[in-house]
């Protein structure tokens, strides 16, 4: 018999920033298996749109409480 393969499970990240010479805040969701990833992707999505932009929080969804969670990683 084979034994299952071990997968990552993927989490909704929510980021909140702030686009350089604004006062406005955005947010861009993405899935990724840790915020760490979630953090490169927003970077990529930046970069490739040419913005220049400040990470003002990272949430993670808790399906389990229907909530979003802040997440405490370091966000560089």
Known sequence: MRKKEAR???FEFRIEYKEEDTEFFSQKHFSASNAGIAIE?????????EVSAEVEKIEVWNRWANRWDLVEEEMK
């Open 8 to 10: 990552e499970d993927i």
């Open 41 to 49: 992707m927003f970077n990529f999505a930046c970069k490739k749109d």
